[in-house]
């Protein structure tokens, strides 16, 4: 299927985009999303499915309501997918732990909480365990664990159903989604909205775009009129062969898939747009894992992979409408699948400016520049 004129384009059809779609067309829009190359860096493939609180906003108040609207919203959302594909998302939302090796690095995740909770008040609770009172509550941990935490909150989903299932849901809801097509250039068209040349030859018009494209936003984002550089935050995962029973916690570094493989993540390097899983970081995964639950030294990895978050200059999402080309707007964000919720609700009130718009001011890209001005 290839493209035609719409009223609304989203550019980007990872777990972003296609969670915006698919609040779009139950908005009542006509909705085309535009999906890149194979070959493209896609952060949808390669994350580690969380549904998550802990940590997230500590530094920032506005980003720390937002998350935990978003993980509040999700059973909902699970269940609307649900209904129109009839299949499971496998949603588990009971709780998980933060465990730590390092008595330094545990004291200080327990000053990050704290800060959470004066932000969020009665709507956030956490539990700090010592070694000894964590290995009570789960028999097996290892003796190098010194503490945890615990969030009832947190929790995970497939990440490759969710992808699977946010496609079925936008075609079920009557929008496009055009495979293997890049957007290559965006103009101004005679009269109003805009003209998208798709892989440098096909040009078609659309009223307003939406950009969700992650690493590859960039380009287009400064043909009308954004400022926002993201750059690439390489994570590395590896999976091993499936479990017949259950692991007995979830955490933010190790999730048993529901397929029955333990998932295992939780790496951070800047490596530039170079996805390449590397034998030093896997190696430390494979470590932390064994430190943290022993019995896990014996599986064998079937699967390794790199992927490359998408990061902000702080970090935090950016909701932006351009003030040089309106109808075109900027989401980009590295929690694509705890967000996905309120992509799929609340942002469109947001886009749609409808009176039950959440105010998003504090995401918007104009932060940067008060940053930047602050700082000389």
Known sequence: MFLENSEITVIGGGIVGLSVAFGLLKAGHSVAVIEGLDT????????????????????????????????????????????ITGDELSLNQT??????????????????????????????????????????LLPGLGPNVVG????????????????????????????????????THIEKAPGAGFQLSINHSKTVQSNRIILCAGLGSSTL???????????????????????????PFLSSTIRQVNEGGIQIGGTQADAGYNDDESLSAIAQLAKHAVDVFPALADLRVIRSWGALRVMSPDGYPVYSQSQTHPGAYLVSCHSGVTLASLHATALIDWIDDTPNAPDLEAFDEHRFSVQSSAQH
């Open 40 to 83: 493209d860096f896609s952060a949808s493939r390669g994350n580690f499915g969380l549904v998550w609180m802990q940590g997230k906003g500590s530094g920032y108040a506005p980003y720390a309501h937002w998350t935990r609207d978003a993980v509040a919203a999700w059973p909902s959302f699970s269940e609307q997918l649900h209904q």
């Open 95 to 136: 709780g998980g732990f933060e465990f730590f090796t390092e008595a330094s690095e545990f004291d200080a995740f327990g000053d990050t909480l704290r800060e959470q909770h004066v932000h969020l008040g009665n709507r956030f609770s956490f539990e700090l365990l010592d070694g000894d009172q964590v290995r009570r």
């Open 148 to 183: 945890a935490s615990f969030c009832e909150l947190d929790g995970h989903v497939n990440p490759l159903k969710l992808l699977s299932m946010l496609k079925s849901s936008v075609v079920a809801l009557g929008g496009t989604i055009v495979s293997g097509a890049k957007v």
């Open 221 to 247: 984002a400064e043909q009308v009129g954004f400022k926002t550089q993201v750059a690439p935050q390489r994570g590395e995962l590896l999976i091993t062969e499936k479990l017949g029973e259950r692991l």
